[in-house]
């Protein structure tokens, strides 16, 4: 069986149901020399709305934040401790900004060491996650079962923002 490439649709909707089933799909990358990388997705973070102390888009409406307010379906790249690149997707309705971070793969246990291993950089920031031939998400028809725990690296949102249980985990059979 083929696996099938999502489509604009799957990503216009709410982020509460994009991110829980983001995870099993398989994120893919064609490199400059035709080698296709593939990773299962194994763990993301939904950031949500401007009340969410933890999403960018908290801060308002920035040059920085612009894509998050934008259409669904747009790669959200921004370098975090100036040194690491991370791989978000915009998900939802234009003008009530969400964003799911792709927090890890099967066998890259970071967000950092995803875009890494798939060479994503700022350059991605801003393009199609759908109808792109250099990166994509495919289904192959795999559904893990999730767990959910607390986001990570965001304590400056303080405790309910920290806590709230965003983070869509496969939980190894």
């Given at each position: 069986m083929m696996n099938r490439i999502l489509t604009e649709e799957f990503f216009h909707r709410d982020g509460m149901e994009v991110a829980p089933e983001l995870v099993g799909k398989i994120i893919?990358?064609?490199l400059d020399d035709g080698t296709v990388l593939?990773?299962?997705i194994a763990?993301?973070?939904l950031y949500r709305g401007e009340e969410d102390k933890g999403c960018h888009a908290s801060k308002g409406r920035t040059p920085r934040t612009e894509l998050l307010f934008g259409e669904s379906g747009i790669i959200y790249?921004?370098?975090?401790?100036?040194?690491?690149?991370l791989m978000n997707v915009i998900t939802g309705e234009k003008d009530q900004p969400q964003g799911i971070l792709l927090r890890a793969g099967?066998?890259?246990n970071g967000p950092a060491k995803l875009t890494k291993y798939l060479q994503i950089d700022g350059s991605f920031n801003g393009r199609p996650i759908c109808g792109n031939d250099t990166v994509w998400i495919e289904d192959d028809g795999y559904r893990?079962?999730?767990?959910?725990a607390p986001r990570v690296g965001?304590?400056?949102?303080g405790d309910y923002w920290k806590n709230i249980e965003w983070r869509f985990i496969a939980d190894g059979e």
């Open positions: 893919a990358r064609k593939r990773e299962r763990e993301t973070e790249v921004y370098l975090c401790y100036g040194m690491h690149w099967e066998t890259k893990p079962k999730l767990r959910t965001i304590d400056y949102a």
